[in-house]
């Protein structure tokens, strides 16, 4: 039982360039979320999902795009990487909304 | 919708001492809450969660939480802290039903330093 997993655990982009960062998760969530931390700012939703198919906007959802075509894993798409996504990321998965979601062990990615 | 206030930023204990960390949230019906903590470094741990029934929740580590409607609030409390405990701490608040149910909105954190 892996939990949550994402990958890479770092990555350098430079600006304009697109890269998708991977989460899977092998515990049959319905619920997946995507974070972005940043120092002072806690963290703040991208983009979630209800169940495969069902996706929804966060609080900060511009320049991501995600997909749910299977219950397992989430992938966050940057479209065209900026500075301003410099940011840790953090994947969680969760059963239902009151468990309390599982958070992968984030992704560290700076746009240079 | 719903937000989340973690008030103090950072706070220093000594090894020990007991602990508060406050949490405020806004939503109209009952959240869902949670405390998470999280280590440098690290993703972050679920401590303990409210959603139904008794007010005052433990959790993991020794931490409890006391959820008081009245207040809108949802403090984590430690008797005794150890110098493991030092760490970033977040509160959370989910929803029910509605449009954003699934949707967890965190507060802003509050840093612990034990000192020895």
């Known amino acids: 039982n892996a939990g949550v997993t994402q990958t890479p655990k770092f990555q350098v982009l430079k600006t304009g360039q697109s890269m998708t960062l991977q989460c899977a998760q092998d515990m049959n969530h319905e619920y997946m979320s995507w974070y972005r931390q940043d120092p002072g700012m806690g963290l703040r939703l991208i983009h979630y999902s209800v169940g495969a198919g069902i996706t929804d906007q966060g609080e900060v959802p511009n320049g991501y795009n995600v997909s749910r075509s299977t219950t397992e894993d989430f992938p966050l798409r940057l479209l065209s990487a900026a500075p301003s996504q410099t940011s840790v990321y953090f994947c969680?998965?969760?059963?239902?909304?009151?468990?309390?979601?599982?958070f992968g062990s984030g992704t560290r990615l700076t746009v240079v | 919708a719903q937000s989340v206030t973690q008030p103090d930023i950072h706070i220093t204990v000594s090894e020990g001492a007991s602990l508060e960390l406050r949490c405020n949230y806004s939503y109209g019906a009952t959240p869902y809450l949670f405390w998470y903590v999280q280590s440098p470094g690290q993703g972050l741990q679920l401590l303990l969660k409210y959603f139904s029934g008794d007010t005052l929740v433990q959790g993991i580590k020794g931490f409890e939480a006391e959820f008081k409607r009245s207040q809108s609030s949802f403090n984590l409390r430690k008797p005794s802290v150890h110098w493991s405990d030092a760490a970033e701490y977040f509160c959370a608040v989910g929803v029910s039903g509605g449009t954003s149910y699934g949707k967890l909105t965190f507060g802003q954190g509050t840093i612990l330093t034990v000192h020895p």
């Open positions: 969680a998965s969760s059963k239902q909304e009151f468990y309390g979601y599982t």
